[in-house]
């Protein structure tokens, strides 16, 4: 049991039109509950919730086995989970008006700015494939030529696998364009000729930025596309640690494993040696260390992190790289395996290390009052 300790833990992220309106539920529900056992109170709430003087915070506590509606003081701590940003989300406004809070976690820049941040470091520039940015149809024809397996473009800020597409020869000089929707909804488009599937790129890629990679072989031997997700997270003590690992596993035919895409997850130490035999726990082992590797060279130029979601891919020779990382990573995957350590700590974490920020800070005692939005 914790020692005596108030604190509360205020988690921004994005409303949703359900109940209770806002993201991601099942992991606010369980912060909830966990929190009492660090001496800490939570509030989820999405940033119109947030009072324009930033003393008080709309949202909802779960209590009692129920979600109660509630008005509470501005957080100690403030754990960022909104995904969504621009003019219309409300987000810059909700964290001007609570910058009195503790930072949970800094972010991370767009995926160019990481790819940039760890090029420049020889222990993590092994791990990264060749990645331009997208300027243009030139910069995609330039990028495309001699690559027979052709090019995967992502968002720069993209999560989740929408908007990303793989482009290739489809014979003579047409060219197939497979891909994710805004939406997330697969879809294909064959050209005759390849001067219209760039400009079709470019189109589709609008105002957005891109960064263009290689495409890369990560498929299992049935075919389905997956990456090794590797959650790492500050512990009580705020020192890294690593949380679990999951194959995620995308649908047959389709480009990516992320979840939201419609994939699943299963243990990766079988999945491994199914697929590289007695390799398998040496690539696994490989994996964990890169994980452990790369938060400190991340935060050095970034500030501050809490958790990090990292995205491994193992090509068909055994070579691994970093497709991607997060600080904003789900924790579902450790639900589908079957994880249940990994589910936990994935929750419990948070809750450690705001504790540990809380005590670092000295902002420790602090009574809690939280009122009934009903009855204020």
Known sequence: ??????????????????????????????????????????????????????????????????????LAPAPDVLL???????????????????????????????????????????????????????????????????????????????????????????????MRVRGRTGTNHSFEQRFDRAEDALRWVHAFAGTRRYIIQPYLHLTGRDGQPYDIRALVQKNGRGVWSLTGMAVRLGSSGSITSNLHGGGTAVSPLPFLLREFGGRGPELLSSIAADALMLPPLLEAACGRLGELGLDFGIDRSGSICLLEANSKPGRSAFRLTGDREASRLAVHNPLRYARYLLQQSGKTGSKITMVSKEDS
């Open 1 to 70: 049991m914790a020692e005596s300790l108030s604190g509360w833990l205020g988690v921004l992220t994005d409303r949703r039109s359900a109940q209770p309106p806002v993201a991601e539920p099942e992991f606010c529900r369980e912060l909830c509950a966990a929190a009492p056992h660090y001496g800490l109170k939570v509030i989820v709430f999405p940033p119109d919730g947030v009072q324009p003087d930033g003393r008080m915070v709309a949202g909802y506590a779960w209590q009692e086995g129920r979600w109660e509606t509630v």
């Open 80 to 174: 960022n989970r909104c995904l969504r940003s621009g003019p219309g989300s409300g987000k810059t406004a909700a964290l001007a008006a609570l910058s009195g809070a503790l930072p949970w976690s800094r972010g991370l820049p767009d995926k160019w700015g990481v790819y940039r941040l760890l090029s420049r470091e020889p222990e993590a520039a092994r791990l990264l494939p060749p990645t331009r940015r997208y300027s243009g149809p030139a910069s995609l024809k330039a990028m495309l030529a001699g690559r027979g397996d052709g090019v995967f473009l992502k968002p720069a800020d993209g999560s989740q696998g929408r908007g990303t597409l793989h482009i290739a020869s489809a014979g003579g000089s047409g």
